[in-house]
């Protein structure tokens, strides 16, 4: 995979997902899963945050330090299932704005259908910071990314927690200046641009939909 590809594919990461897969769990601890990743995620995508310097008072001495300019990152879930990855990362930095964009695949195209578009209006001065639990085509990914561009956004991330190899080689290459962070990446796609062995239909587990 290319340099802007990060795999978290850690030992608890494995363990985490090993029950998200698993078609017997609840709705209840698949979304408390999508969660705890997508904190991970996030924890792995702030590497390189810049910081400012502060000078505090502990109850013992005055030190110099430093805070994340939480004001600089917008998260941009991808409707449906990117919501569920939401609280994860709000939690992290809770002062980060929130934008939306609605998208769901044709169920025969495979292409992706965009439906809501909503970003804070200063979008073109932040770090977006894009959620979206399935990259398995990578069409709805490309999607997003152009609209931000569009709006003049120089800096994506994008978090996935299941990738498709063919999707993530796809966007990773088109767009390189994106970083795409994602816990793991699965082995293929099958007939139905479903992920192998994925989790199923990630929208559908998130809100009990099926
Ligand atoms: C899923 C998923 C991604 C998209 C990935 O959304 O959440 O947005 O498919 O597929 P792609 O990489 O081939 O574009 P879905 O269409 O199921 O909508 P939902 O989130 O509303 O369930
Ligand atoms: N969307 C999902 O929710 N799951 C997949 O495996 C592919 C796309």
Redesign the pocket.
Known sequence: MHKNVIELKHPLIIHKLSILRDKNTSTKEFREIVGEISMFLCYEAMKDAELNDITIETPIAKMDTQRLNEDRYAFIPILR?GLGMLDGVINVIPNAKVGHIGMY?NEETFEPVNYFFKVPKDIEKREVILLDP?L?TGGSAEDAIELLKSKGVEKIKFLSIISAPEGLKRVSEKYPDVVFYTSYIDDHLNEN???VP?L????DRIFGTK
């Open positions: 299932a695949r399935m398995a641009k479903y992920i994925g199923g239909d990630a929208g």
